[in-house]
């Protein structure tokens, strides 16, 4: 029976929609399969864990005897948990027969119920990796988008005329690392057809950098670096027709200039 791949089952388990990472037929194979269905579970637990962690959260070092069975099973030698050295293999020999067989050269030869065994292990723990990786890669962005910017400054978004119910927030903030952004909210009817831009404007209107695509009504946009902002200080959003031009509509929704925060 051919299992779904480890890949796969991890990009379910991260909550990938699964018409776009499997086909009708891995569906059906994890609706009938049991171990399927199982290691889906397992990473799903691994994922809901690595998602919801907080800063609070301290890592706890395995104690000495998880470590001695990683060594056993994989056949390391006890170096340590911070530098494992696999054994060298010895080159194959024929038994005899013509079948193949690894010989270590400190271990007994490895026979092949075993090795059978030992890639589903693997492949089983390859797949946990990627979940707790792309899980704590999402984590550790949340925390770094949300943890250690300073406001710079802020801005109330006026509304243009062709949107008068139209309204909005800006504010200009700066991570530890010198990383400027511009975040926006804005508060305005959908229209078809279309889609909502962010830039910068000079105060006196004479010049315009584009931040971005807005995506909904909220949106977080890298400053350029060098890029002066007490000179580009207006924070404009605007409706864009899909016409190929990258320049400026003319048809602002909200715009207001960015000033010291409160």
Not at 83 to 104: F, I, K
Not at 186 to 195: I, K, Q
Not at 206 to 222: C, I
Request: glycine share 10%.
């Amino acid at each position: 029976m051919q299992h779904l791949d480890p890949e796969t089952l991890a990009l379910l388990a991260l909550g990938e929609h699964p018409g776009d990472v499997s086909t009708d037929a891995d569906r059906a194979h994890l609706d009938a399969c049991a171990a399927c269905s199982t290691e889906l579970s397992a990473l799903s637990e691994v994922s809901q864990v690595a998602t919801t962690v907080t800063a609070a959260d301290v890592l706890v070092a395995p104690g000495a005897a998880v470590w001695q069975r990683i060594h056993a099973e994989l056949g390391l030698r006890d170096v340590g948990p911070e530098n494992p050295v696999r054994e060298p293999l010895a080159p194959p020999v024929d038994d005899g027969d013509r079948r193949l067989s690894v010989v270590r050269d400190t271990a007994p030869p490895t026979s092949a119920p075993r090795q059978r065994r030992l890639l589903p292990w693997v492949s089983a723990a390859a797949a946990a990796a990627l979940v707790v990786g792309v899980a704590g890669g999402v984590f550790w962005e949340r925390q770094e988008s949300t943890g250690a910017e300073v406001t710079l400054a802020s801005a109330s978004l006026d509304a243009l005329p062709a949107w008068p119910d139209a309204s909005g927030q800006a504010r200009l903030e700066e991570s530890a690392d010198g990383l400027r952004q511009v975040v926006v909210d804005v508060d305005a009817a959908a229209t078809p057809g279309g889609y909502r831009e962010v830039w910068l404007l000079a105060d006196d209107l004479s010049g315009l950098v584009s931040l971005g695509v807005l995506e909904g009504n909220q949106g977080r946009f890298d400053v350029p670096a060098g890029l002066d902002v007490s000179r580009f200080s207006l924070v404009d959003v605007s409706q864009e027709p899909l016409d190929g031009d990258p320049g400026h509509s003319g048809d602002s929704i909200v715009r207001g200039a960015l000033g010291a925060a409160s």
